[in-house]
């Protein structure tokens, strides 16, 4: 790095947030490339055996392998950790790689985890189901209930696990008070910021040690990748790095170079989807056919006043029941024909989707209840296309009821 790149990246480190999401991480190579470049390389050559060994031990700094040390790869993790405020980022082939990593990493057997109930279906597959497999137990707590999180702490707690905005009914936990029980735990605690993203909350100056993405959602922006990653102390990501090194789920540097892409336009997408989404959450808490609106932007919601403190805009998942059961639902999205049909979210593209049966499908009955997942729920996650195109779509979901 010359004189002149770390003079950039000083000046980087006081800019604001939109100006970290074009230019943090980059490093030109001696072509002079203004976009950056991807590296589509396996391996790298080395001057000598002696560099090839220092490399490889960890004693000189530099390209080895790229299952963990990508160019690419890494201006996507510098950049990710520079909007997040994190002293580094490790990325991952996908979001669920990305808490599986950072569990296996950071977790041994006999540990435990406190989780939000209200977390995406997959993650709870892979507590209960396989980490469970290991010796690794967890206890699900209602994310709004403080003393649900305090009175299921155990001597062996380690990890604190949360999703704020939840997945799909848009609870808002307070992550300060909750990072502040996980210390008294002496115990980490994670934030899920999919829904969010840096450009709407940031859970590090919150309080929280780790913020994991799903990279596929809304750093992309347009569907068009997967991947995932996970920002912190560099304490804790050398270890997640190493067990990257090892376990391999890695990022591609395609992927990579996408993901930045997306990260330039970050912030003036979340305030687009934000603002659609709250059009339409006003739009259907009007209707008669709709039995209830769940979107932190409401003033009726309970949880609107703690994210108007926590995030800058309320983002751009929305969720609501309809009157009747899963058949009204699935005539409600069957109806619809600008929205997409697709679990996904976060893309230009407005999606729509039934969770009972799709994101949160794999969960016993008992745990939908509890979880709020009816048979009757539909989540929406806005896109950027006219919100009155949107609204007339809407409309023809109700006229099938």
């Known amino acids: 790095m010359t004189d002149i790149d770390q003079q950039r990246r000083d000046v980087l480190a006081q800019a604001d947030l939109d100006t970290r999401a074009v230019r943090a991480g980059q490093v030109r190579t001696h072509e002079g490339e203004h976009a950056e470049p991807i590296f589509a390389t396996s391996s790298y050559v080395f001057a000598n055996a002696a560099e090839a060994a220092a ?192 376990a391999g789920p890695t990022m591609s540097a395609f992927n990579a170079w996408v993901f930045l892409k997306g990260l330039e336009t970050l912030r003036l997408r979340m305030e687009a989807h934000s603002a659609n989404a709250l059009a339409l959450a006003q739009w259907l808490d009007e209707q008669d056919k709709v039995e209830k609106v769940f979107y932190s932007g409401l003033s009726s919601h309970p949880g609107h006043d703690l994210a108007a403190r926590q995030q800058r805009a309320f983002g751009g998942v929305l969720s609501f029941r309809v009157k009747g059961g899963k058949e009204s639902a699935w005539k409600f999205i069957d109806a619809t024909r600008l929205m997409s049909i697709t679990a996904n979210l976060g893309d230009a593209k407005t999606t729509i989707v039934h969770p009972a049966t799709t994101t949160h499908g794999r969960l016993s009955q008992e745990d939908r209840d509890i979880a709020g997942i009816t048979d009757n729920l539909i989540r929406v996650a806005a896109g950027l296309e006219s919100v009155e195109d949107l609204k007339a779509d809407l409309g023809r979901g109700l006229a099938a009821l």
């Not at 990593?101 to 057997?109: F, G, K, Y």
């Not at 996970?230 to 050398?238: D, F, L, P």
Request: charged share 15%.
């Open 55 to 246: 490399r490889f031990s960890g004693d000189q700094p530099g390209n080895v392998y790229s299952r963990y040390t990508n160019p690419t790869v890494r201006t996507f993790e510098e950049r990710i950790a520079a909007l997040e405020g994190a002293e580094q980022g490790v990325a991952t082939s996908s979001g669920m790689a990305a808490i599986l990593t950072t569990c296996l990493a950071l977790l041994t057997s006999g540990d435990h985890i406190v989780c939000s109930r209200s977390v995406f279906g997959t993650t709870t597959v892979l507590f209960t189901k396989y980490l469970a497999k290991f010796g690794v137990e967890t206890t699900f707590v209602a994310p709004t209930v403080l003393d649900e999180w305090k009175h299921a702490i155990r001597p062996q707690t380690k990890l604190f696990f949360l999703e704020t905005p939840s997945n799909p009914l848009a609870e808002i936990a307070d992550i300060a008070a909750i990072a502040q029980i996980a210390k008294s735990a002496n115990s980490l605690l994670a934030v899920d910021n999919c829904f969010c993203t840096p450009a709407l909350q940031q859970p590090l100056a919150l309080g929280a040690d780790i913020v994991i993405h799903s990279a596929t959602k809304y750093l992309d922006g347009q569907g068009r990748c997967v991947g995932g990653a996970v920002v912190g102390r560099a304490e804790q990501m050398a270890e997640v790095l190493a067990f990257v090194r090892s």
